[in-house]
């Protein structure tokens, strides 16, 4: 199970961080990634924190300025969002799996367990 939380509203340029603490096993077990959606559009993929905990994916839109670590005495994985922007604006969802293929890592349907999703909130 996964529980996102850390949403909220924030001026453009300002931080938040979002946590996906998961439940039942150990978060280095899982390939975890955070996805967003906004009404009316496909849920598009954000990041993605390999299995093992080094390798990490950034889309290009937050690339620079989104980050990820793990603790891994709280299995939780964390974004740091930075310099945020309006079009940052969207539900955010962490998303997990035991195997996911690089090269599919985009893909909602690589990952079996969802979280609820958080609103991230970025205003003018």
């Known amino acids: 199970q996964l529980q996102a939380s850390g949403g909220g509203l924030v001026q453009a340029g300002g931080s938040l961080r979002l946590s996906c603490a998961a439940s039942?096993?150990?978060?280095?077990?899982?390939?975890t990634a955070w996805f967003r959606q906004v009404p009316g559009k496909e849920r598009e993929f954000v990041a993605v924190?390999?299995?093992?905990?080094?390798?990490?994916s950034f889309a290009d839109s937050v690339k620079g300025r989104f980050t990820l670590s793990r603790d891994n005495a709280k299995n939780t994985v964390y974004l740091q969002m930075n310099s945020l922007k309006p079009e940052d604006t969207a539900v955010y969802y962490c998303?997990?799996?035991?195997?996911?293929?690089?090269?599919?890592?985009?893909?909602?349907?690589?990952?079996?367990?969802w979280g609820q999703g958080t609103q991230v909130t970025v205003s003018s």
């Open positions: 039942g096993r150990s978060s280095r077990a899982f390939t």
């Open positions: 924190f390999f299995r093992g905990g080094v390798t990490t």
């Open positions: 998303a997990a799996s035991e195997t996911v293929i690089s090269s599919s890592r985009y893909r909602e349907s690589s990952y079996a367990y």
